[in-house]
């Protein structure tokens, strides 16, 4: 299964908020750390505001930051969330697609079924077992 960039960068960026819970971030900060449009992590942040898994502060001192602790949080709702029913393959479409196999096929049950672990996969995991940590501070260089 392929998640899309945008669920990447959601999940990308609760984990980082994960790491440092207690912590408030600006947009313009995550996109920097991350290399990608601040306009699109913008939209991102909306999302998973909307999604419930991160509050919102708008004006000086604010920024985001985890709805609740990472604990509470599976990998799955997020991605549920984000991509929605989006269909794995033409025929999961709701209209059903276009393949001329879909009478006889047996492909559609084994990606169904794998669709499936995929996300039970995910439903187990919660954020703070994938919750970024910082490298430790550098020792300073000892003087020969």
């Known amino acids: 299964?392929?998640?899309?960039?945008?669920?990447?960068?959601?999940?990308?960026?609760?984990?980082?908020?994960?790491?440092?819970?207690?912590?408030?971030?600006?947009?313009?900060?995550?996109?920097?750390?991350?290399?990608?449009?601040?306009?699109?992590?913008?939209?991102?942040?909306?999302?998973?505001?909307?999604?419930?898994?991160?509050?919102?502060?708008?004006?000086v001192g604010g920024g985001f930051a985890l709805a609740r602790p990472a604990a509470e949080i599976t990998l799955g709702a997020v991605v549920r969330a984000l991509e929605g029913d989006s269909a794995l393959v033409e025929c999961f479409r709701d209209d059903g697609g276009g393949c001329m196999l879909t009478p006889r096929c047996r492909l559609k049950a084994k990606l169904a079924s794998a669709r499936e672990a995929f996300m039970r996969e995910l439903d187990g995991t919660t954020l703070a077992e994938c919750a970024w940590q910082p490298r430790p501070p550098r020792s300073p260089a000892r003087a020969a």
């Open 1 to 59: 299964m392929r998640l899309t960039s945008f669920t990447d960068f959601a999940l990308r960026t609760l984990m980082r908020l994960a790491g440092e819970p207690g912590r408030s971030f600006a947009t313009g900060e995550i996109a920097a750390e991350f290399a990608i449009s601040r306009n699109h992590l913008a939209k991102v942040v909306r999302d998973l505001a909307d999604g419930g898994f991160i509050t919102t502060q708008r004006g």
